[in-house]
Every structure is written in C-alpha cells, then in structure tokens.
Nanobody, 120 residues
C-alpha cells in the first residue's frame, strides 16, 4: 500500500526557515505531479505549491519568493523549503501525490500532515 510520510515541521520564530519532506513508498511505478497544501484553524485547505514530473512549479502568490518546492524522482520525495516565515504561514501542511501508478491502479494519495507554527 502506498504511504506518504511527511517530516520537518515544528515551531519557528518569524523570519525563520523550515524544510518539509514527504517520501512516498509502496510499490510505486510513477507519480505525476506532487504538491503541498496547508490548512489553518478554521480555514479551508489551500494549495501552496506544486511541481510536475518534469520539474515545472507553481506557487500561490503569498509564498512566491519565500518558498521553494523541489522533488527527487529517484526517491519519490518532494520537499518544501520555507524561508522568511510569517505567523500567517502557521498551519498543518499536507503533501499530495497525483496519479500514482502502482500494480493496483492509479489514484491520488495524501500525507498525514505536519504542523508548522510560526510564533515568537
């Protein structure tokens, strides 16, 4: 069974940095796009950044220039480098893998989420 395991969240002061990782495993043949989403208390989950299988990236406006998404296709892992963090970046961050192909078919998968708290 496919699993997405996230790591790297935590508590950081405003202006600080964190690097999130999400490793996919479990009989994977290929993954299309991968992405990071976040959900703050009382708010809907929103897309933060995506990266296609060929490395094309997209970001929401509020994180452009501060966050960088990358992936290692050989390791089926996606990263999110977050710099100049602000209190409004506080949320649970989820990774998502789109169109994951395994011997059992093709579907999307979500990670379990990792908490990022930006506070002094």
């Amino acid at each position: 069974q496919v699993q997405l395991v996230e790591s790297g969240g935590g508590l950081v002061q405003p202006g600080g940095s964190l690097r999130l990782s999400c490793a996919a495993s479990g009989g994977i043949f290929s993954i299309n796009a991968m992405g990071w989403y976040r959900q703050a208390p009382g708010k809907q989950r929103e897309l933060v950044a995506t990266i296609s299988s060929d490395g094309s990236t997209n970001y929401i406006y509020s994180v452009k220039g501060r966050f960088t998404i990358s992936r290692d296709n050989a390791k089926d892992t996606v990263y999110l480098r977050m710099n100049s963090l602000k209190p409004e970046d506080t949320a649970v961050y989820y990774c998502k893998a789109d169109s994951v192909v395994t011997a059992w078919g093709r579907r999307d998968y979500w990670g379990q989420g990792t908490q990022v708290t930006v506070s002094s």
